[in-house]
């Protein structure tokens, strides 16, 4: 019983220094609402790199929820630029926005699924998603294709220059 007066009065003691404490941190304002994706598009050059990544982008928002502005935070070289025109090419809802007074951060995320695929390339990418203020562009790699490993060399080609290569 002793304990449990101790344990309470400790409680209630440090209660009240508390509630005197610095007020709470400002919550961040959360990310506006996308109401147009841009277009899927996973930069050429990167899926042949096979380069994935988040590319952190800083935007300022219009009155109309349009991009004013666009800089690049931190993220691939590779995919900076898709990222820079795709935040161009969205719109936000901004209810009472004053030009320029909305900024936010917003994340694009670029994946690359699978690795070679032997069938004729999934015409159903790239994709594009968002979720959380995080905008995911999903590529698909292309390559060559040799799904068992069937690629044997004749006896002869076992010295290159026999086969026609230097």
């Known amino acids: ?11 209630e003691l440090l209660s009240p220094a508390l509630a005197k404490g610095p007020p709470p941190a400002a919550v961040p304002e959360s990310t506006p609402k996308i109401i ?5 598009s996973y930069p050429p050059i990167a899926l042949a790199a096979r380069v994935s990544g988040r590319v952190e982008l800083s935007i300022k928002l219009g009155s109309d929820g349009t991009v004013e502005s666009v ?8 995919l900076r630029s ?5 935040a161009r ?10 030009p320029g007074a909305r900024q936010f951060k917003l994340s694009f995320s670029y994946e690359l699924i699978g690795g070679y695929f ?3 390339p999934d015409k159903s990418y790239p994709r594009v998603s968002e979720a959380s203020g995080i905008v995911t562009f999903t ?11 069937t690629r044997v060399r004749a006896a002869k080609c076992l010295y290159l220059w026999r086969c026609g290569w230097r």
């Not at 019983?1 to 400790?10: E, F, H, I, N, P």
């Open 1 to 11: 019983m002793k304990k449990l007066v101790t344990c309470l009065l400790s409680v």
């Open 36 to 40: 147009k994706l841009p277009s899927a």
């Open 71 to 78: 800089e690049v935070v931190g993220g691939p070289a590779m």
């Open 82 to 86: 898709a990222a820079i025109e795709s």
């Open 89 to 98: 090419q969205m719109q936000f809802e901004c209810n009472g926005c004053t």
């Open 118 to 120: 032997c069938d004729a």
């Open 139 to 149: 590529g698909q790699p292309s390559g060559t294709c040799d799904p068992v490993a």
